[in-house]
């Protein structure tokens, strides 16, 4: 791998984070009319919204707002929340950590179900295992995050009882919301392993090595597997954002206190700087999950990274 | 005979591209000055291995590809002073049939609208029964039927698919026809029937080709004269009777024949004849001439300046210091190898 | 030479749809998935006649009363009947489908044969906007522009196309690239076809196949990220039926009524579930060479 | 020069979307040890549905019938296992597009290590020196380095010679090679097939080469198997085959070689195509091509059989039947 190569990619980030940012500073001024009156309702005072519109930066030229925002962003200020008049940095730092636990536990297990899944799928093409698999596979891709959760909570929660159905707590707490988020990635992980496991087997390189006589698991784990991981190592990344999507139903439903459902209030009360910097925070972890998924792909596959 | 086809000093490079921003100024040579001459009504044979630059100088003579440099001159008229909708009117005169039948014909169209749209677009049957009637004469013609009118490309075999692709390169009675080696991907059985109809369909409509080709067996037989392309440079030029009688002067045009499987187990080629090495690449090519590197002969003055294509003989060019060498070490074994393609017929 | 019947002269032509439609006829799921679809376009249409009750009509004395002879599904808090709701719920489902793929399919498809075609600066600027839009999850994305148009089922929807449009630019670009480099394209222009009518005639008839498969993945995830936009508030608003917002209410009746969050969920599942054995089916048929 | 393998009454069939594709049927072929065997025919006539099923390769809906006797054995008897050491170890094969034939992701002596270890081969000096000297027996310049190399970063004429080296690490008896220099140029062409002689010579490896190319077959063949749609019909020496082809297919097959100058002769004109395997015409698969057929043609299909000396035909009209 090249230096001149990360070097250039890395420049490559700065313009996608520059328009995350620039969507994110909009938020509020993309609201027709005044955002200030929006957020204060039809009976505040012309002194209220004019205190607001100060508080908002909301009287200064639009790129003077811009910078300044940007500046304090650097400092790790993402402003103040209009609701609970702290920085909206610790109301966030709070509920990080819990976001977190909920989105790494589901990664974990969507890429250890997931590609066992999809291996054995494979290289049982066509048997009812197989059928088994990716019947069930469909069936979990195609139900929303919210009711999948509900049933979880109606089976394990209200009718076997075994599990605690909402809220922080122990790691028992955890095990629902996390299946939710992770069954549907597990699902889609087996299907993804499976297809570029068949198109791998197909090529000619599977049957030199069929032909030099190494035995099977030889010939699938090393010669197949290698070459059908390199593009679900770009969805490992890729995948991480989609993740932070889902928590936000998963947290909601849950009642799992972490930035989505942060977000969830934040919106219903007009908390602004709030959506604001979630969204900010989201957008750059996409360019971020996006960059590392380029660089990995690159590193990973010698074609690639010989062309540099 | 007056020529149809003049190129000066035409060049093509390619940008190579890497990465993000990526100009790095690198560029594949793939047509690199080329001077030739096509006269009306023959059949000139292109041959070259592969990226020595022979297919992009037949798309460049068509202008489906813009050069980078020098002027091309088709029947009389400066191609590159032409805007895109003269251009596209003058397309009617010039065909063009690919190597590859499958990919040649648009999976979602029936022969009849394949064959309909050449028609069309140059307005020159107005009437749609007369229309109907002049794409089943040109089926007819290249050996198909009206059955396959309807047919889809896929349903064809590929020998089929070729015929089509001829029609519709001829049904516009063009001047010239492009054959960017319309074989190759044939069976032998296949490719003799689309070579007839080839040698055929000139005789009766007055065609120019330009047929290029990696195989030299099949260019002995169809063409009148044959020039020989490296590294983006034609090396040299021939009429086949000269090449009948052996006479050939640059050392790579004999070790490609030399190389050229036998068609007669008699004649196999002798393990000491094998040209050693492999093409440089384009990117890069090597300084002088472009052979030096594997070429036997090459001296002092091939590393250092490029020859010119020069005339030998009457209408025989060679770019090459020692055309007298190639003539005397390696001109028997030519005489030899040349003889497979006279053997008795079974 | 002796005759021989071997090459009997076939009476249909065979153009690449009706090959593609035979491929898709042997997967069984897919005709399953077909018939789904097929049933809930019906529902939709004919809900009025199907339906026992209207969906809004409140019978206050069967509050949250499980499925019963008179009531299929249960009823909700206020005593409606949740059959009649559902199967009215499929007209909800079905327009965010089919508004959303119109919006999106018809930017996405624009932008990727153009950025495809044409190269240059405008496909660098295209494909740099659609590698971000692209990867931002989807409801996060949708949930701002729902903040700046305002929570409804009309904004929800428009929101999830202005998401949705990359994934056709994506794969229309992708396969513009490819298909422009068959010879058929480079014989087109050899015969002086125009660059519009190449694009028309020659690129899109060979990128349709890869767009309906999209279409057919597109229509679910609209249907479940607008069915979460409703759950979370943002989407429709009552007294709409829709799916999503009802399992919104019924989340609170979840230990008394598990009918009432059961049924409209299980709607969704099947759509959804339809579409994509549809989508799985249509994507093994128009690319042969990688079936599974 | 004994038989080192024997293919009898060899039929393979495919099931499809379509129907029964009837690939391979009943052919009885026999390669003698040292000889380079050379199997021709046009795309589809099955000779590489023959080389996989002597490999026990071929897909899942495949079903073979018949014996293909290699030393004594039968391998379509073979367990598994058993299969296994025969391949790479006692039948090497390279194919057609060195391009795709290698591993991408793994360097060529991580490829090459592979037959040492599982066949467990005896090595004088390290594996990586044994590989070194493999891939200087097929003439691959600065072989240290390119044994670090990944397949990507060889030319197409270094791919196949690195092909070459890996199957011979193990001293195969018989090399199948299904149209080695197809997507290679002429000079590199010529530079392959000179290899594959010199193994012929050196190590005294019997070759099975497949190919379509009757100037391959010139080159480097001592005997010539000619197929047709499935069926094997003509076998014979080089020379005979090209001067002397007694089957009506073969020797328009010659004829279509362009040889001469078009304002000389036409070449010749096999009117028709090749059948459909779906639904093969009964008896001689050529016979709707063939402008000697008659009723007996149509009727069962004609037993192969020798008419001069090492020259085999499967032909009604030839040898027995000469007189008619």
């Known amino acids: ?222 010669h197949a597997l290698r070459n059908a991981m390199i593009p679900l190592i770009t969805y490992m990344f890729l995948q991480i954002p989609w993740l932070f999507g889902g928590a936000v139903v998963t947290e909601t439903v849950f009642a799992w206190p972490g930035m989505g459902s942060l977000l969830i209030t934040a919106i219903f009360q007009r908390d602004y700087p709030v959506v604001q910097a979630i969204v900010l925070i989201i957008g750059t972890l996409t360019v971020i999950a996006n960059f590392l998924a380029d660089i990995t792909y690159t590193i990973i596959d010698p074609r690639i990274r010989a062309m540099g | 005979m007056s020529s149809l086809i003049e190129t000066k000093n035409l060049k093509k490079y390619f940008p190579v591209k890497s990465g993000l921003f990526g100009s790095r100024n690198l560029f594949v040579h793939a047509v690199d000055g080329v001077d030739l001459e096509i006269k009306k009504g023959e059949t000139f044979g292109l041959a070259g291995e592969s990226g020595c630059g022979k297919s992009t100088l037949g798309r460049l003579l068509l202008r489906l590809l813009e050069p ?137 409509l007055g065609l120019t080709y330009l047929f290029i080709s990696h195989d030299i067996s099949v260019l002995q037989y169809i063409s009148d004269r044959i020039g020989i392309m490296y590294l ?115 | 030479m002796v005759e021989s019947n071997v090459n009997m002269k076939k009476v249909r032509s065979e153009s690449t749809w009706y090959l593609t439609w035979l491929r898709f006829k042997r997967n069984k799921l897919a005709l399953v998935g077909l018939g789904i679809i097929i049933v809930i376009v019906l529902i939709a249409i004919f809900a009025p006649v199907l339906a026992p009750y209207s969906p809004d009509e409140q019978h206050l004395k069967d509050r949250l009363q499980p499925p019963s002879s008179k009531y299929l599904f249960g009823t909700d808090e206020f005593g409606r009947d949740l059959f009649s709701r559902v199967l009215y719920g499929s007209r909800t489902a079905l327009l965010v489908g089919i508004v959303v793929v119109a919006i999106s399919a018809t930017i996405g498809v624009t932008l990727g044969l153009i950025s495809g075609y044409f190269g240059g600066w405008v496909d660098e600027i295209i494909m740099r906007t659609v590698d971000i839009v692209w990867s931002f999850p989807a409801l996060i994305l949708a949930l701002a522009i729902v903040v700046i148009l305002g929570p409804g089922l009309i904004n929800a929807m428009i929101a999830i196309a202005l998401v949705g449009w990359a994934s056709y630019a994506r794969v229309v670009r992708a ?39 999209l279409i057919t993945y597109n229509i679910p995830s609209a249907i479940i990220t607008a069915s979460s936009l409703s759950f979370l508030g943002l989407g429709a608003q009552p007294p709409s039926p829709d799916w999503g917002l009802t399992i919104a209410t019924a989340r609170r009746y979840l230990t008394l009524a598990p009918w009432y969050s059961i049924f409209p969920g299980l709607a969704i599942m099947l759509t959804v579930l339809g579409f994509n054995f549809v989508g799985d089916g249509l994507r093994d048929a128009v690319q042969p060479e990688r079936v599974g | 020069m004994g038989v080192i393998l024997k293919i009898e009454d060899l039929y393979v069939d495919f099931k499809t979307e379509r129907g029964l594709v009837k690939a391979i049927d009943g ?28 490999m026990r390769l071929l897909p899942k809906n495949a079903t073979v019938r018949g014996k293909i006797i290699y030393k004594g054995k039968n391998l379509l008897e073979l367990p598994e296992s058993e299969m296994r050491k025969i391949r790479g170890k006692e039948i090497g094969m390279i194919f057609q597009d060195p391009l795709t034939s290698l591993n991408p992701v793994f360097t060529v002596s991580n490829q090459m290590e592979e037959m040492f270890k599982i066949h467990k081969l005896p090595t004088r000096k390290s594996i990586f020196e044994e590989i070194v000297n493999l891939l200087k027996i097929v003439r691959i310049p600065d072989a240290e380095s390119r044994a670090k190399s990944y397949p990507f970063e060889l030319s197409g004429g270094m791919r196949q010679r690195v092909m070459v080296a890996m199957m011979l690490s193990s001293n195969p008896s018989l090399l199948i090679a299904d149209e080695p220099t197809t997507a290679l140029d002429v000079t590199i062409q010529a530079q392959i097939m000179n290899l594959m002689l010199e193994l012929k010579r050196n ?104 008419v001069e000396p090492g020259h085999f035909v499967a032909c009604y009209k030839v040898g027995g039947t000469r007189n008619e």
């Open chain 2, 232 to 346: 983006g440079k034609i090396v040299e030029i021939f009429n086949i009777k000269d090449f009948r009688r052996g006479e050939i002067y640059h050392p790579y045009t004999a070790y490609l024949l030399l190389s050229t499987p036998a068609l007669h187990p008699e004649k196999r080629t002798s393990e000491q004849v094998v040209l050693h090495g492999e093409v440089p690449s384009p990117i890069n090519p090597p300084s002088g001439c472009r052979f030096h590197l594997r070429c036997p002969f090459a001296g002092n003055e091939c590393k250092k300046s490029e020859p010119e294509l020069v005339e030998v003989k009457k209408n025989h060019y060679v770019a090459c210091y020692h055309p007298e060498q190639t003539k005397e070490e390696l001109r028997p074994l030519v005489k030899e190898k040349l003889k497979m393609y006279e053997s008795v017929l079974p």
């Open chain 3, 175 to 213: 396969e513009t690239l490819s298909v422009k480099e068959e010879l058929f394209v480079e014989a087109a222009r050899s015969i002086g076809e125009s660059d519009l009518r190449i694009l028309v005639s020659y690129i899109f008839p060979n990128v349709l196949s890869s767009i309906l498969v």
């Open chain 4, 203 to 306: 190590f005294n490896t019997t070759i099975l080469l497949i190919t379509h190319n009757p100037g391959v077959v010139a080159e480097i063949a001592d005997r010539v198997a000619v197929m047709y749609a499935g069926q094997i019909v003509e076998v014979a020496p080089v020379k005979e085959v090209f001067d002397n082809p007694l089957h009506p297919y073969t020797r328009s097959l010659m004829r279509a070689l362009p040889k001469g100058h078009k304002t000389e002769r036409e070449l010749e004109n096999i009117l028709g195509r090749v059948p459909n395997l779906l639904t093969p015409p009964p008896g001689c698969r050529f016979h709707p091509r063939c402008p000697f057929a008659d009723e007996r043609c149509t009727g069962g299909k004609p037993e192969i059989k020798e």
């Open chain 4, 27 to 54: 052919v009885t072929l026999e390669v003698k040890e040292g000889e380079v065997l050379a199997l021709i025919g046009e795309t589809g006539c099955g000779k590489s549905t023959i080389s996989k099923a002597i």
């Open chain 2, 68 to 204: 980078t440099q020098g002027e091309i001159y088709f029947d009389g008229i400066d191609l590159l002073s032409m805007d895109k909708k003269q251009l596209r009117t003058l397309r009617r005169r010039m065909g063009i049939v690919f190597q590859d039948p499958k990919s040649s014909l648009n999976p979602r169209m029936t022969i009849y609208d394949i064959l309909k749209r050449p028609l069309d677009i140059h307005k020159l049957v107005k009437d749609e029964n007369e229309k109907r009637e002049r794409i089943i004469d040109m089926l007819e013609a290249v050996g198909l039927t009206e059955e396959h009118l309807i047919r889809y490309p896929h349903e064809l075999s590929g020998g089929q698919q070729q015929r089509v692709s001829i029609a519709r390169a001829i049904i516009t009675h063009p001047d010239f026809v492009l054959l960017d080696e319309p074989t190759s991907a044939l069976d032998i059985s296949v490719q003799a029937q689309i070579l007839n109809l080839l040698v055929r369909l000139q005789l009766e």
């Open chain 1, 1 to 222: 791998m090249k230096k001149q190569l990360i070097i250039r990619k890395f420049f490559s980030l700065l313009l996608p984070i520059f328009v995350v940012s620039v969507f994110s500073f909009s938020l509020l001024h993309l609201i027709p009319g005044d955002p200030a009156r929006y957020i204060l309702g039809d009976f505040a005072t012309p002194q209220q919204l004019a205190q607001l519109r100060h508080q908002l930066g909301l009287d200064r030229p639009l790129y003077v707002q811009y910078i300044s925002w940007m500046v304090k962003l650097a400092h790790g200020d993402f402003g103040t929340s209009l609701v609970a008049n702290v920085p909206v940095s610790e109301l966030i730092k709070g509920r990080l950590s819990f976001t977190l636990k909920l989105t790494g536990t589901a990664w974990i297990l969507a890429w250890i179900f997931g590609i066992s899944f999809g291996i054995i799928s494979a290289t049982k093409k066509h048997s009812l295992i197989d059928y088994g698999i990716t019947t069930l596979a469909v069936f979990f891709m195609s139900m929303p995050y919210f009711w999948l959760g509900l049933m979880l909570m109606l089976i394990f929660g209200v009718k076997l009882g075994i599990l605690p159905i909402s809220g922080p707590g122990t790691w028992k707490n955890l095990i629902l919301p996390a299946f939710t988020l992770g069954l549907p990635q597990i699902a889609v992980i087996a299907r993804l392993t499976r297809a570029n496991m068949l198109d791998v087997l197909e090529k000619d390189y599977i049957t030199t090595a069929k032909a030099k006589g190494l035995p099977d698991t030889l010939v699938i784990y090393k």
